[in-house]
């Protein structure tokens, strides 16, 4: 079956706009959860929505922002673009399994210039 | 809060074993994971503890002790293509993991 799915893959922003990433997760997948990957902080949680609802938050400010839609695709925003917020923003998913080990997509590079 | 500590950086030689650890503070988790990712490639699953002992899958192994706070994970027979960052990771709530930096693992030849 198809893995996570996350659109764009690449993009340059400039300080102060705004940026909206998408996640298609595996298909039967329920659960959505976002991480932002930085060289010197590594992977760091951002939250995670199940059934439309967001279930866990971590340490972000308010500029970030997500969703998550009836058919389990979830997008996440940062509005106000900081020169930090340039990352590989990664989202995974997670099924029924006993694990619950999540499956990540391939990632969203934001570049702010 | 917690803090997952591991080593920034191991080197190792093809067919060898390495132990890399992984050290944790934090009032409770019910799960600790390993994740393998290759430079420029999305984290994969590797292994999951949620009991102490020890979980073995092929040549991986990862152990766990909550009472020392402690986790490792153990690669035999080490190959090249095992080069990659591995990391350590909680999980509090739901699916949501918390992640240690990860430790950059090179096998040279």
């Known amino acids: 079956k198809a893995g996570v799915t996350q659109t764009p893959r690449y993009l340059i922003k400039t300080r102060g706009q705004q940026v909206t990433l998408s996640c298609s997760p595996i298909?039967?997948?329920?659960?959505v959860s976002w991480y932002q990957q930085t060289p010197g902080q590594g992977l760091q949680f951002l939250f995670e929505?199940?059934?439309?609802?967001?279930?866990n938050k971590g340490n972000f400010p308010g500029r970030f922002s997500g969703r998550q839609f009836s058919n389990s695709r979830s997008e996440m925003n940062v509005s106000t673009l900081e020169l930090g917020d340039s990352a590989l923003y990664l989202c995974?998913?997670?099924?029924?399994?006993?694990?619950?080990?999540?499956?990540f997509g391939e990632g969203s590079r934001l570049t702010v210039l | 809060g917690q803090n997952i500590d591991q080593p920034t950086e191991m080197t190792a030689t093809e067919g060898a074993i390495v132990q890399i650890n992984c050290t944790y503070q934090?009032?409770?988790?019910?799960?600790l994971f390993w994740y393998q990712q290759h430079a420029g490639e999305a984290p994969t699953f590797l292994s999951y503890?949620?009991?102490?002992g020890l979980e073995e899958k092929g040549r991986f192994s990862s152990f766990l002790s909550r009472s020392k706070g402690y986790s490792y994970l153990l690669l035999k027979e080490l190959q090249m293509k095992d080069s990659a960052s591995y990391l350590c990771?909680?999980?509090?709530?739901?699916?949501?993991?918390?992640f240690g930096k990860g430790t950059t693992l090179s096998v040279s030849s």
């Open positions: 995974a998913t997670a099924g029924q399994a006993e694990t619950g080990e999540l499956f």
């Open positions: 298909s039967g997948h329920r659960s």
């Open positions: 929505y199940f059934s439309e609802t967001q279930r």
């Open positions: 934090t009032s409770g988790f019910n799960g």
């Open positions: 503890n949620v009991l102490d």
């Open positions: 990771a909680l999980r509090q709530a739901g699916t949501a993991l918390i």
